[in-house]
């Protein structure tokens, strides 16, 4: 036990270790988590990782899935509904199509369900890697809201088509009509188990007398029990966890009313995903010596061979599925067309975000080692080799060609959207405007016998005409970027200094340390209106 404990302790430390190894020289930490581990399983000593697919599936993906969910924006999500249903469905189907004929006219002794075995494992981009390595580069807000929508769904759908596939390959029998009919009432009746579960627990949050401590843990175990009760009745596990998390963040501002509670949720979550996502790209670095001694008869070189063809393919059906999706639903309907064009840019940039990463090395090592009538499965250690190999490919060289690809085609923005220092200004005059309405509605007494009431219309309506200068000096500024720069420049050094000084007053012990983490976190709630929510 001590041994095993050690060894997970050992492991997160080097894991950190890389992540800032990974910062300090520009490479996205997946990527580099993932070479880290190949070179790290060739060092003689080091022991063999066995991952085992239960785990990954049950330990690392609901959190993951769920987190992506809550920050998903509803209204991105459902503007490019179409965009990212062809992507997410139509998109996984057509590659495992071409995967499964590919592989049946390549490989020796592939039989057309393994095809679609291994295209259904390879089909499904990693939204974490592409996510991680568009961080910090200047990228549409539409391309990131396509890929997050798509990466929520395609791994349902490429988990069902797995799933059929290995029932064909297990009993040899196959039927079209069965497995659509299957298909839709698994991800429908997923959905549903979703926002049913869903509903409970925003009771639970919303109607009894949690804390921020049980609101956190509550919404740790959420996507856990999402995801085993519909998998306990053999629905899409997946599009429990996806349905549940859209609906829970639909419904955020009604459950966690005080910032205590959203700011110490969102502590333990930036944590949690953080620690489970850079685990997951070592571990699968370090699991590629276990694979390579399973190949069995098959030699390394051939099966790179296999790998390196069935990575072109999966490159070049995204990228030709991604140019039609994009502009021929602006030719037939003029609905579309009232939308700026994507041009030939922003299609590039999303069909070359396609890395594969966990969901499908977890979904290959969950291919069971015995068939039915005890034989051995045909083929298994050959596609989860594959299917290294496509992870491997996408992920590096996809993943380090990307950010030159945004550099060389030099994309901007295609919708119009305000700054977002505009669109800060805006909101908080509203919400000024709106308790000064308040006061005066409501508390007009108040207001002539209470100074510190007075004081706060006072204080409110100072705020108000602050925002509207700020927001005057921008318009009529003419080189307002770099006036911007230079304002927040100066207000997070003014930031620092008041930090050093409540460093300082904790030292003399003038006043109580409660007061001074009070402080503290409200300096770090205004440098976030600055510098954004900068998290891994």
């Not at 790290?40 to 959190?63: A, H, R, T």
């Not at 791994?155 to 069965?178: K, N």
């Not at 009432?185 to 007398?209: D, Q, T």
């Not at 420049?489 to 003038?510: H, T, W």
Request: hydrophobic residues 50%.
């Amino acid at each position: 036990m001590h041994e095993h404990l050690l060894l997970i302790l050992g492991l997160l430390l080097v894991v950190m270790l890389l992540v800032m190894l990974a910062q300090r020289i520009k490479i996205a930490y997946p990527i580099f988590l993932v070479l880290a581990g190949l070179g790290i399983s060739f060092i003689p000593g080091v022991p063999v990782l066995k991952l085992d697919p239960e785990i990954i599936f049950l330990i690392f993906l609901p959190p993951l899935l769920y987190e992506a969910a809550w920050y998903t924006s509803w209204n991105d999500f459902w503007k490019w509904k179409r965009t990212i249903s062809l992507m997410a469905f139509g998109l996984v189907f057509l590659t495992s199509i071409v995967v499964a004929f590919a592989a049946q006219s390549l490989i020796p002794g592939f039989t057309l369900a393994l095809g679609f075995l291994l295209g259904g494992i390879v089909s499904p981009p990693d939204a974490v890697a592409a996510t991680t390595v568009l961080k910090g580069l200047k990228v549409p807000k539409r391309t990131i809201a396509m890929l997050e929508g798509e990466s929520l769904i395609n791994d349902a759908s490429s988990l069902i088509v797995f799933r059929f596939a290995l029932a064909a390959v297990m009993t040899g029998v196959f039927s079209m009509q069965e497995a659509t009919g299957q298909f839709f009432l698994v991800a429908g009746m997923g959905i549903v188990v979703g926002i049913v579960g869903a509903h409970i627990f925003y009771a639970i949050h919303r109607f009894l007398p949690t804390t921020p401590a049980i609101d956190a843990a509550l919404t740790v175990m959420t996507p856990y029990i999402l995801f085993l009760g519909a998998e306990h009745f053999h629905f899409s596990g997946v599009m429990a966890v996806v349905s549940g998390g859209l609906f829970m963040s639909f419904r955020s501002h009604e459950i966690f009313k005080t910032g205590t509670t959203r700011i110490n949720m969102t502590g333990v979550w930036n944590t949690l995903i953080f620690v489970m996502n850079a685990l997951v790209f070592v571990l699968i670095g370090l699991e590629l010596p276990d694979i390579i001694n399973g190949l069995g008869e098959t030699s390394l070189m051939e099966g790179i061979k296999y790998g390196l063809i069935i990575s072109l393919i999966v490159i070049l059906v995204r990228l030709l599925w991604i140019y039609p999706v994009a502009h021929i639903p602006r030719w037939l309907s003029k609905k579309v067309r009232q939308d700026p064009s994507p041009g030939w840019k922003n299609p590039l940039i999303i069909g070359w975000a396609g890395m594969r990463g966990v969901v499908s090395l977890a979904t290959a090592l969950s291919i069971p080692v015995m068939m039915n009538d005890q034989a051995e499965f045909p083929l298994r250690n050959l596609i989860i080799f594959i299917t290294f190999v496509v992870i491997f490919v996408t992920l590096v060289f996809q993943g380090l060609t990307l950010p030159l690809i945004i550099k060389l085609t030099k994309i901007g923005e295609i919708d119009p959207i305000l700054p977002s220092h505009e669109q800060q200004a805006g909101i908080q005059i509203r919400l000024d405007q709106l308790a000064v309405d308040r006061l005066n509605e409501k508390y007009e007494k108040n207001l002539t016998g209470n100074s510190l009431v007075e004081n706060l219309k006072d204080n409110l309506q100072n705020d108000i005409q602050l925002h509207q200068s700020h927001l005057s000096s921008l318009e009529t500024c003419s080189n307002r970027q770099n006036d911007l720069k230079e304002y927040h420049q100066i207000v997070l050094d003014i930031f620092a200094l008041q930090r050093k000084e409540l460093f300082r007053l904790k030292r003399e012990k003038l006043f109580s340390d409660d007061e001074i983490r009070k402080a503290e976190s409200q300096l770090d709630l205004n440098e976030l209106k600055i510098t954004g929510n900068k998290h891994l």
